[in-house]
């Protein structure tokens, strides 16, 4: 076997770009080696080419090693011919490698003595590079996706490329997974978009790309179909958005906090002992003892995997967060205070939650604006009950999960005018931890009435995850409900002129009024919210699972600059403003998960108090919809619309649409308003649509479709014609003639036509991604058949 060598005995050589025209390897024999046994440099701007067979990473010393600058890094560059050998946690590829090929290959990469191998599998010969990071996730970026729960605190690579590729992540027992999942079937690989981690379809490889069977000490996982790296730049491990933190062993290795940390900042796998006032950032720990004070204050939390002792407690402000993750464990004693949002007016009802536990009737009347003399801030307090005869009742104790609503009293600074002042409520007591369970029960008599919706409250020190709420909650419908207003409190002490509910599902959200903040799915700590029971009797549970460290921004009313999170999908919304302060919104999702029925977890129904609405019509029993989440798009798709008003005046209407993501983004598909009555297709990327009405109910004069017409067919019986993808070649089969042959994919854009000479078979290569087409095939009669294709390869 010939083997080259390179062998530096004093300091690593650096290789600058110009180094390529005396080192690119030239051996064409398929035995020839480039071994390298001393400690290998590539600067920024350098590279070097292993042109064929195997770069052999010996058994010396020395590292084979690039910089790491962005954009200009070193580079180790491999064939297609190339290969490698001899990677280990003693030596490998310190920095990044680069690869032009389609077929499967593994970067021996690592850094900070450990070897983590990932593998890249491009679609299309480009240029990939990766390297790897023993570093948090969390120095890309904080925020998660609703589809990812938690994020490896240990790795991620960095994987640059411009078009689609499958990737294999490895892990190893240093990985500490267990500090994320209890089992590999929560694990998923998760990308990072530029704005968030998010989840990418992923499955667990069953034998290892690094040998053996994979488990949670050591093993691969691979993306279920290509990425596009363009989208994705690093990529890392994550909990599913539905899985549970996991219970970490303690290490006994007590870290103190004497005014500083002794010997180091803790770790979940730490117990930690604060013997002084606490005034620093956040922290984890394992257990906690509290002989001192600790204060957070807002955006600032604490995570606890286990219990927690001792005489001191938690100062907390408005959105700071203590989250405990084993049940049946000690609590903490806490002092929270909650703030309402800064614009508030007398008469204005605001949802409490139940964030300690017991009845804590008597600290209500302590409530007092921040500019005010007089504490007692509420007069009139409420609960809800449901069932048959239910409605709103007068509230005399507090009960751990129910919610309550209080009204703004009458006295200063409050009055008719709109005052920005805020309202402070101290809660004071033992947190809530745990499961806790409620029963609930709806009125058969009003399915879909206010009496079969209960008034429910997050019971934590920490925000919920709703998404995991409504998964794990089958007792109820899909969606929550959260109380905001468009107006004022008219005055009387009683009623809203226009007034809504958020309506929030996996599919997104829609918002009732043009002056409420987005809402992430995040329920703040001290909310109260509504749901809807499906059942004569049933039990609502929240659990320590559905807790979240961060993300307590969004107490209704109170949140002015909370954005939406949740990942982008196929979805826009539509805007319906009026007279008389009317704001109505819609969503409408395009999702995979989704069908034409009504699918709890993505579908809601409009719970509406507004004199005016704008409601998509669920084609099954058409009832009112607020969030209408639909299958994976189609061009040809059409959603219909309703408008409902309280009374027969003419009164003047405008739609418009609004936070287009996904296909909508871009220009690529045209939404347009149909008005039936008139005849006209309404672009809404052009303006807003204005109309009037004088009726109570329009249900058949408004519908969305993503077509104008051009691309409409007369009636046509499909069985007359055949078509499909298989193998990559497209089939087409007829009883007359074809002269015309044109595909679409889901946006409308043509990718493929052909005329024909008047056969009746055709058949064409077809080298299209995995998608949904549409061929729109022309007979010699003159009519034209639309035909729905799916592209498995």
């Known amino acids: 076997m010939k083997t080259i060598k390179i062998k530096q005995k004093k300091k690593p050589r650096l290789f600058k770009w110009m180094i390529y025209a005396c080192f690119v390897l030239t051996v064409n024999s398929s035995v020839a080696q480039f071994q390298s046994n001393e400690p290998l440099y590539i600067g920024d701007n350098g590279y070097v080419y292993v042109g064929s067979d195997t770069y052999y990473f010996g058994a010396g010393s020395g590292q084979t090693k690039t910089s790491r600058t962005s954009s200009i890094h070193g580079k180790l560059i491999f064939s297609s011919a190339a290969s490698t050998l001899g990677a280990s946690d003693t030596h490998y590829l310190d920095g990044y490698g680069s690869v032009l090929t389609t077929a499967p290959f593994i970067f021996p990469v690592g850094q900070s003595g450990i070897y983590a191998p990932v593998t890249v599998t491009p679609l299309t010969i480009e240029p990939i590079d990766a390297a790897y990071y023993r570093s948090s996730t969390l120095t890309i970026g904080t925020t998660l996706d609703v ?28 990985s500490v997974l267990t500090n994320i999942v209890t089992s590999t079937t929560e694990l998923t690989i998760i990308g990072y978009d530029g704005n968030k981690w998010v989840e990418i379809p992923s499955m667990v490889d069953t034998t290892s790309i690094l040998g053996g069977n994979s488990s949670i000490a050591s093993g691969s ?28 062993a303690s290490s006994s290795n007590t870290k103190t906090w004497n005014g500083s940390w002794s010997p180091s900042a803790p770790t979940l796998e730490d117990p930690v002992v604060i013997n002084a006032d606490y005034t620093g950032n956040s922290f984890v720990c394992n257990s906690l003892v509290l002989n001192a004070d600790v204060t957070l204050t807002d955006g600032e939390n604490v995570e606890i995997v286990n219990g927690v002792t001792g005489t001191g407690k938690f100062i907390m402000s408005s959105e700071a967060s203590v989250v405990q993750r084993a049940t049946g464990v000690n609590a903490p004693n806490i002092e929270l205070t909650k703030k309402t949002r800064s614009v508030m007016h007398l008469y204005d009802y605001i949802y409490w939650g139940t964030p300690i536990a017991g009845n804590f009737f008597s600290q209500l009347a302590a409530a007092q604006a921040s500019t005010a003399t007089l504490a007692n801030a509420f007069d009139l307090k409420y609960k809800y009950t449901t069932g048959t005869g239910g409605g709103w009742q007068t509230l005399t104790e507090n009960e751990t999960g129910t919610g309550y609503i209080m009204r703004i009293k009458s006295q200063t600074p409050f009055t008719n005018a709109i005052n920005s002042d805020y309202i402070n409520l101290k809660f004071t007591g033992v947190a809530n931890n745990g499961d806790i369970t409620i029963p609930i029960t709806n009125d058969s008599n009003a399915l879909i009435g206010p009496t079969s919706h209960p008034l429910v409250a997050n019971p934590y020190p920490s925000a919920i995850d709703a998404d995991k709420f409504l998964t794990n909650n089958t007792d109820i419908d899909g969606v929550v409900y959260i109380w905001t207003a468009a107006t004022v409190n008219d005055g009387t002490g009683q009623l809203y002129s226009q007034a809504d509910y958020i309506a929030y599902t996996l599919a997104g959200a829609a918002i009732p009024t043009n002056i409420a903040t987005a809402f992430n799915g995040k329920i703040a700590s001290g909310q109260g919210f509504k749901v809807k029971a499906l059942n004569a009797t049933g039990n609502i549970t929240f659990t320590n699972c559905m807790r979240l460290a961060g993300n307590n921004d969004q107490f209704y009313k109170n949140s002015s600059n909370a954005t939406a999170t949740n990942g982008q999908r196929d979805r826009f919304k539509l805007n319906m403003t009026g007279s008389n302060a009317v704001f109505s919104q819609i969503l409408v999702a395009y999702l ?31 009832r009112k919809l607020a969030i209408n989440a639909r299958p994976s798009f189609f061009i040809t798709d059409v959603v219909r619309l309703g408008i409902s008003k309280f009374n027969t005046t ?70 007359d014609v055949t078509a499909n993808i298989n193998n990559n070649v497209l089939q087409i089969k007829a009883t007359l003639a074809i002269t015309n042959i044109a595909l679409f994919d889901i946006t409308g854009k043509k990718i493929y036509e052909s005329k024909i000479e008047n056969e009746i078979e055709f058949s064409a290569p077809f080298y299209h991604p995995e998608a949904v087409y549409i061929a729109k095939i022309k007979l010699e009669n003159g009519k034209t058949a639309s035909i729905k294709l799916i592209n498995n390869n």
């Open 147 to 174: 589809t990812v729960s938690t994020t490896s605190p240990t790795e991620y690579w960095n994987i640059k490329g411009a078009n689609d590729a499958i990737v294999s992540l490895t892990w190893r027992v240093n």
């Open 221 to 248: 996982i691979t993306t279920l179909a290509s990425v596009n790296l363009s989208d994705y730049t690093y990529f890392s491990f994550g909990a599913k958005g539905n899985s549970c933190p996991p219970l970490i």
């Open 592 to 622: 995979p998960q989704a069908s034409l029925n009504y699918d709890r977890l993505y579908d809601a129904g409009r719970n509406s108090e507004s004199t005016a609405q704008l409601y998509s019509i669920f084609e099954g029993d058409g």
């Open 650 to 719: 003419t009164e003047n209407f405008t739609i418009s649409i609004t936070e287009k993501e996904g296909v909508f983004n871009g220009g690529s598909v045209n939404v347009y308003l149909h008005d039936i009555a008139l005849g006209l297709y309404f672009d809404l990327a052009t303006g807003d649509y204005n109309f009037s009405s004088n009726t109570t109910s329009l249900v058949n004069r408004f519908e969305i479709v993503y077509q104008d017409g051009a691309l409409a067919n007369s009636e046509f019986n499909t069985s």
